[in-house]
């Protein structure tokens, strides 16, 4: 997710060119900051959406009330 008004951190030209050659995502299992799962396995990516659990944004107050400090 990329902040509004701040430069993305991701190098999409390189991820442009891994797409486009359609080459494996680098992954290595040992690294624990890789994260939860190889995303080159499809079981495992569709096990991981599986078992996450999507949240609903909250919907606003009906009535909201600003608090006003002593």
Known sequence: MTIPGQPSK?????IRKI??????IP???NDPGE???????DEAVER????TKSVSPTPPARDQKIAKAP
């Open 10 to 14: 991701a190098d999409w030209e390189h």
């Open 48 to 51: 991981f959406l599986a078992e």
């Open 27 to 29: 992954y290595d299992a």
């Open 19 to 24: 797409v486009a050659m359609d080459e494996l």
């Open 35 to 41: 994260g939860p799962y190889d995303p080159n396995d």
